[in-house]
């Protein structure tokens, strides 16, 4: 039976198990937003396309599972190239559907014509196109393997509109087969060699292709062993920061207590990721290529093994396998490390308790203890980019797997989009997003996603009126000479209203507590505008303060 190409890329979708899609509409691909109509997959529209891949990549942060947007070519697409740096730096699976000129016009600069095989190779994993319908389970079945695989990522597929058009027979689509790989048997003895021999280990957890079970499962090795963990930049989710082995997080402004501890540990275990520049800061924890640590390497890519550090022991294995075959090691009673995770557990308790006084009438520390006291162990907190996101980042602490969404690529605008997309994957959980003045502007325009949606996420929009980090840079460099980093900013809680969700402006530390409140009770998403202070840009040092001194 002969079917649309934009039939068949819903057909292939759905049987990858595809549930939902985030899209900006356009021409280029009507054929598959009119299949999409009955197909049973949920179509999110948002109003940008940064916002959507920022959706879709949050879909595949919390499931593993490749998230999916659509958008149409030219300033559609990169637009939406926001995102796929996202996914691309954070090992997200993904996968971004871009609506292409029609075949007939290639190499004419027709319009809105891009070759995204050239602009987007180093956005993505694969960047395809396909130019004839009866190929289409082929590469979408190929798009979702490589999304998957090795360290997951971005894919990037266009679609010619005529391609979407004609009617071809297929074969009928199948899901694509995940490929794992194992460490092995000699391997993991080794590993427990290593350990019978130190004196000083440490594990540092990162990347993707985490679960629940292998959440649980590694922390009931590091009980077992009384090993010390700590979790790279934006990974804290993969451990309980409460539990007696945590250590704390290994990324930007990393307590120097842990930084000490980490260059100074004599076996280094990192599982997952890939140790970049903010879990290093700045490659300065360890020597490049030969740490003076004894390296065991854990990553399901064999590339990213070797590539940067040389490590005494490298394993080519998901974290699920590794955890797994970790129950073979036998624990050989108290280890001799056993108090020194006790002390760095105790580091990590005074370093996430945050200072109760600062500059001007909020004081954001006391706002972070009611937040503790008062949200849920599963809440979902996202966020963008900027010094406002030192409070969620230092202070909260993680409790559970799957209750985090924020980009290790840095990117601001991300933290609302991510929100939304987490509230519609788990509606029965509370989201909060953090977000800065200029970072909520850059992506804001997606609450009225949330709204069209019955989304009732919880924005505190926290508002300085400068561009914080880039203000306390340029401090720092360049002392008292301000230049392009003062704001002047909406009344974001009116704002709120005008969509039609709930607004509440907090201008004393007071008023926090009652606002968030009414802010839940109300149902609807919802902002609370947070006025702080310009001078409270760090937890521990004021503006004038790091202009003072530079």
Request: with cysteine; aromatic share 8%.
């Amino acid at each position: 039976m002969k079917r649309t190409g934009g039939a068949l890329v819903v057909e292939a979708l759905k049987a990858n198990g595809v549930e939902r899609v985030s899209c900006v509409p356009g021409e280029s691909y009507l054929a598959v937003l009119d299949a999409l109509k009955d197909s049973g997959i949920e179509t999110l529209v948002c109003r940008q396309e940064g916002g959507a891949a920022m959706m879709a990549d949050a879909w595949g942060r919390l499931t593993g599972k490749p998230g999916i947007c659509m958008v149409t070519r030219g300033p559609g697409a990169t637009n939406a190239s926001a995102g796929l740096h996202v996914a691309r730096q954070d090992s997200i699976p993904m996968i971004l559907f871009i609506g292409q000129i029609g075949r007939d016009m290639k190499e004419r600069e027709a319009f809105q014509e891009v070759e995204y095989r050239r602009a987007f190779t180093e956005f993505a994993k694969w960047v395809g196109e396909i130019d004839d319908a009866r190929r289409i389970p082929e590469f979408i079945t190929r798009a979702f393997a490589v999304a998957t695989s090795g360290r997951p990522g971005p894919v990037v597929l266009t679609l010619p509109e005529d391609m979407l058009l004609d009617e071809v027979e297929a074969p009928e689509a199948k899901p694509h087969t995940p490929v794992e790989a194992h460490p092995g048997p000699s391997q993991i003895a080794k590993l427990g060699e290593m350990l019978k021999t130190a004196k000083r280990p440490m594990i540092v957890l990162g990347g993707t292709r985490w679960s629940e079970a292998s959440v649980a499962g590694i922390q009931a090795f590091a009980e077992k062993f009384k090993l010390p963990v700590g979790c790279s930049f934006r990974r804290q989710m993969l451990f309980d920061h409460l539990h007696p082995s945590y250590a704390g997080d290994v990324g930007i402004g990393i307590n120097p207590a842990l930084a000490k501890e980490v260059k100074e540990a004599d076996l280094l275990i990192l599982l997952g990721g890939r140790f970049s520049e903010m879990p290093s800061s700045s490659y300065t924890l360890m020597d490049i290529p030969y740490p003076a640590q004894k390296l065991v390497h854990v990553h399901p890519d064999p590339s990213e093994l070797g590539r940067v550090y040389r490590a005494d022991l490298a394993i080519c294995a998901a974290p699920e396998e590794f955890v797994a075959a970790l129950t073979a090691l036998e624990s050989v009673g108290e280890p001799n490390w056993a108090a020194r995770t006790e002390t760095m557990h105790e580091a990590y308790l005074a370093w996430s308790t945050p200072p109760k006084t600062g500059p001007g009438a909020v004081q954001m520390g006391p706002i972070m203890d009611w937040i503790e006291a008062n949200t849920p162990k599963n809440a979902i907190f996202t966020n963008g980019a900027g010094n406002y996101a030192t409070w969620l980042h230092r202070f909260h602490r993680f409790q559970a797997f799957n209750t985090q969404a924020a980009p290790t690529s840095g990117s601001m605008g991300y933290g609302l989009p991510a929100a939304v997309a987490a509230k519609h994957l788990f509606p029965e959980r509370e989201v909060i997003c953090f977000a800065g003045d200029g970072c909520f502007m850059m992506h804001g325009q997606e609450l009225a996603t949330a709204m069209r949606y019955d989304l009732p996420i919880i924005t505190l929009v926290i508002n300085n009126g400068i561009y914080g980090t880039i203000r306390m840079h340029q401090e720092r460099e360049y002392p008292g000479r301000v230049s392009a980093t003062d704001l002047t900013n909406p009344d974001f809680a009116a704002l709120a209203k005008a969509y039609g969700g709930h607004g509440e402006t907090v201008e004393t530390t007071e008023d926090f507590a009652p606002a968030f409140l009414r802010a839940r009770a109300s149902g609807k998403p919802a902002i609370i505008e947070i006025k702080l202070d310009p001078e409270a840009i760090t937890p521990a040092r004021t503006l004038t303060q790091i202009r003072n001194k530079a």
